[in-house]
């Protein structure tokens, strides 16, 4: 995800990151389940940032995140 913009040449395209970007803590246990799918460092395939949920990959494991 982050890597096709680490390079971004336009306004538009970190703008886009910028606002997708999220962190969240998450337990041990959490993480096994993230690694177990093969989320702990890519996306579900297929999925694009600016037009898919950026909590896709903890939705799809269980993980609930409370949002601010």
Do not use: H
């Amino acid at each position: 995800m982050f890597w096709e913009f680490r390079s971004a040449d336009t306004d538009a395209k970190m703008t886009t990151l910028i606002e997708a970007y999220q962190v969240a803590v998450v337990t041990r246990e959490e993480d096994n389940l993230l690694r177990a799918a093969g989320f702990s460092r890519s996306m579900p395939e297929g999925w694009q940032i600016g037009r898919d949920d950026p909590q896709e990959r903890w939705k799809r494991v269980g993980i609930e995140v409370e949002t601010a």
